[in-house]
């Protein structure tokens, strides 16, 4: 596959299984999203890796996220496996740093395309991956659990394995639909 079918093909895929990614994969993966335009070269990123019993234990990070807030008996079940829904996931987070040239909001920005450039890698080796938020993303306990800081930011959990079925190809919609000339 090509650069341009890539970029023009993406999409997410919901429903990953075994097998995750090799090592080399992984590798690979994670050598994109350090490859991403980098003002500065500031890295304001970190990875950290949930796989095998690292997604039980992801689970649980979630599930007593859950339980502080006060989530009923059937959210807590569902936060416990939510990382298992995939082989491999990887939290992304934004690790800002003061800098008079490089405004927080750039630095995040900078982590989300390395996320999006590690879900492009995935495909293009033949796995499937999905970007995934949602509150856990911005759970204080969450981070904690995780050992960042208060101005660290999750932008992301990356789901990589491999495709359960082949997810259907969204329309595609015309950039020039979205542009407006000076």
Known sequence: MDAIELLLTRQSCPRLAEPGPSEAQLNTILDAGVRVPDHAGLTPWEFIIAQGEGLKKLGQVFADAA????ADEAALAKAL???QRAP?????????????????????????????????AAFALGLGAIWRTGSYAFDRKVHQSLGLTQSDQIVGFLYVGTPVVKAPIKAAKKGSEFTRYL
């Open 67 to 70: 339980m502080s807030s006060g």
């Open 81 to 83: 496996v939510m990382p």
């Open 88 to 120: 491999l996931v990887i939290v992304v987070v934004a690790k800002s740093v003061e800098h008079a040239k490089v405004p927080e909001l750039e630095q995040h920005i900078a982590a989300g395309c390395a996320t999006m450039a590690m879900q492009q």
